[in-house]
């Protein structure tokens, strides 16, 4: 079993930014993909961002160039930098990781492991 905690989210306003952090339990060079989706009040979960464990990222059409995934191999830790935010980017943010590497990308929900979330509201 492997335990996910996220942190960072908060309140900003719009055009703002915000790093969200994602702490694992194990190595997380022994996760082959990881990543972070999102759900709205009233709206299904999406993805945002995937990360495999050779670095090659997969994004949502909707935060390209907006959104950066990366993970600090030292800290254990995956990290979500959101620049330029907007309204819509309000939501519970989900960091959620599978030990295979395929599939990985945001469309694939179905890992394993998920954290409980933390909540980004972006104000206009």
């Known amino acids: 079993q492997v335990q996910l905690v996220e942190s960072g989210g908060g309140s900003v306003q719009a055009g703002g930014s915000l790093r969200l952090s994602c702490g694992t339990s194990?190595?997380?060079?022994?996760?082959?993909?990881m990543g972070w989706f999102r759900q709205a009040p009233g709206k299904e979960r999406e993805g945002v961002a995937t990360?495999?464990?050779?670095?090659?990222?997969s994004y949502a059409d909707s935060v390209k160039g907006r959104f950066t995934i990366s993970k600090g191999q030292a800290a254990n830790t995956l990290y979500l930098e959101m620049k330029d935010l907007d309204p819509e980017d309000s939501a519970m943010y989900f960091c959620?990781?599978?030990?295979?590497?395929?599939?990985?990308?945001?469309?694939?929900?179905?890992?394993?492991?998920w954290g409980k979330g933390t909540l980004v509201t972006i104000s206009s």
């Open positions: 959620a990781a599978a030990f295979t590497d395929r599939p990985c990308d945001p469309n694939y929900q179905r890992m394993p492991f």
């Open positions: 990360i495999r464990s050779d670095r090659s990222t």
């Open positions: 194990i190595g997380i060079s022994a996760l082959g993909c």
